[in-house]
């Protein structure tokens, strides 16, 4: 499959806007190093001997993924029938 850059993330209190933390990383960090999806956790696996425990952590969904573009569904029938090939192929639900 397809690798992707995943941030795990174990909120203080109330929950800060991915939006705001991506927008934070992006200045700051090269676009390569910059989290494609961010998934927030209660508390972050560890094994019995106190190391994060990488095999219990979650696999990202779809809504985990954030992009700067929003959603536009298809606006004729030839671009619904290109995005159900894509989705398809991509394995996703929407493109």
């Known amino acids: ?6 941030a795990y993330v174990v909120w203080e209190g109330a929950s800060a806007a991915v939006s705001a933390v991506r927008a934070s990383l992006k200045a700051s960090l090269p676009s390569y190093m910059v989290p494609s999806a961010y998934v927030s956790l209660s508390d972050i696996p560890v094994t019995t001997v106190g190391k994060i425990d990488y095999r219990a952590l979650p ?3 779809d809504d985990d993924f954030h992009t700067s573009e929003s959603f536009v569904a298809a606006r ?5 029938s290109l995005c159900e090939v894509w989705c398809s192929v991509l ?3 929407r493109v």
Not at 76 to 80: G, H, L, N
């Open 76 to 80: 004729t029938d030839v671009e619904a």
């Open 91 to 93: 394995q996703r639900e």
């Open 1 to 6: 499959g397809t690798k992707h850059l995943v």
């Open 59 to 61: 696999a990202p969904t």
